[in-house]
């Protein structure tokens, strides 16, 4: 019996029967999850971002500079604020191009993969509330927001400018939806 009502008086604590139990504060703040184009809100500027190439991407006759002014100029039409970068990424918004080619004869075929990526951090929420010198889990990382992918061929005389063109197209769609998004 003396346990039984050792754990009650625990469980109640100091509370009284004519007591109004107090309100328990919010310890998270609400938060709002975007999803689809919700998320391009409020951008207003893009890094442009052409991966390395590679040998065979030479061979074709692709090279940075043209598929930079591509992007750059499909980004123009929108508004957006378009600035050339050589790093992987930025902590803001970067519109990657990954080019993989493979040449056979007098032929190439180009894999164009075009993703606007922004920087994620943050704390799992079973985390957020442990207690003093507990570690929890950090979250950092890159998440794509939208993606465009193609395959294309053609003779190695005309792949440079095809190759170029699908960029374009690639960026431009991407920036397009954040102008809509914005709008």
Same mark, same amino acid.
């Given at each position: 019996?003396?346990?039984?009502?050792?754990?009650?008086?625990?469980? /109640?604590?100091?509370?009284?029967?004519?007591?109004?139990?107090?309100?328990?504060?919010?310890?998270?703040?609400?938060? #709002?999850?975007?999803?689809?184009?919700?998320?391009?809100?409020?951008?207003?500027? /893009?890094?442009?971002?052409?991966?390395?190439?590679?040998?065979?991407?030479?061979?074709?006759?692709?090279?940075?500079?043209?598929?930079?002014?591509?992007?750059?100029?499909?980004?123009?039409?929108?508004?957006?604020?378009?600035?050339?970068?050589?790093?992987?990424?930025?902590?803001?918004?970067? #519109?990657?191009?990954?080019?993989?080619?493979?040449?056979?004869?007098?032929?190439?075929?180009?894999?164009?993969?075009?993703?606007?990526?922004?920087?994620?951090?943050?704390?799992?929420?079973?985390?957020?509330?442990?207690?003093?010198?507990?570690?929890?889990?950090?979250?950092?990382?890159?998440?794509?927001?939208?993606?465009?992918?193609?395959?294309?061929?053609?003779?190695?005389?005309?792949?440079?400018?095809? #190759?170029?063109?699908?960029?374009?197209?690639?960026?431009?769609?991407?920036?397009?939806?954040?102008?809509?998004?914005?709008?």
């Amino acid at each position: 019996m003396r346990l039984l009502l050792a754990l009650l008086l625990a469980t /109640v604590g100091t509370m009284h029967a004519w007591q109004e139990p107090r309100p328990v504060p919010l310890t998270s703040p609400i938060r #709002v999850v975007k999803r689809g184009d919700a998320r391009l809100r409020g951008i207003t500027a /893009v890094d442009v971002y052409v991966a390395d190439l590679g040998g065979v991407s030479a061979k074709c006759g692709l090279s940075k500079a043209p598929l930079h002014n591509a992007a750059r100029q499909a980004v123009a039409p929108t508004g957006l604020n378009a600035t050339v970068s050589e790093a992987g990424s930025s902590w803001f918004f970067t #519109v990657r191009v990954t080019i993989e080619s493979v040449a056979y004869r007098d032929r190439c075929t180009t894999s164009i993969r075009t993703h606007l990526i922004t920087h994620v951090e943050g704390i799992p929420e079973q985390d957020r509330y442990t207690s003093g010198g507990e570690w929890g889990s950090l979250l950092v990382g890159e998440m794509v927001l939208v993606g465009q992918t193609t395959l294309t061929e053609s003779a190695l005389r005309d792949h440079a400018d095809r #190759v170029s063109g699908v960029v374009a197209e690639h960026v431009a769609t991407i920036a397009g939806r954040i102008r809509a998004a914005n709008q």
